[in-house]
């Protein structure tokens, strides 16, 4: 059974720069689909960013296009959302995923299996 494990949130001013990482235990995620999505208070999940399981693809969101950039680690099993020029419509708890049925990106949450327990991103205006 995979676990996957966000770190990197915090708080952070708005047009400042978060990092953040999600390792995988329990197993290994090279030929899985790794996204990002954000749940903000009152609001539903939306997806954020995804990557296929090369690295060579990636899809954003519209709203984070051009300044968040999702990549992936495969030796180390790990997935990253580096997260710049953040806007207070950033905060919000970012949850990693992984979709053992795809290697391509995927955007519909419904097609992941496995999900991090989250971590809270506040962007101060």
């Known amino acids: 059974q995979v676990q996957l494990v966000e770190s990197g949130g915090g708080l952070v001013q708005a047009g400042g720069s978060l990092r953040l990482s999600c390792a995988a235990s329990?197993?290994?995620?090279?030929?899985?689909?790794l996204g990002w999505f954000r749940q903000a208070p009152g609001k539903e999940r939306e997806f954020v960013a995804a990557i296929g399981w090369s690295g060579r693809s990636t899809y954003y969101a519209d709203s984070v296009k051009g300044r968040f950039t999702i990549s992936r680690d495969n030796p180390k099993n790990t997935v990253y959302l580096q997260m710049n020029r953040l806007e207070p419509e950033d905060t919000a708890v970012y949850y990693c995923a992984a979709a053992r049925r795809y290697s391509a990106p995927r955007l519909e949450a419904n097609d992941y299996d496995y999900w991090g327990q989250g971590t809270q991103v506040t962007v101060s205006s």
């Open positions: 329990g197993g290994t995620f090279t030929t899985y689909a």
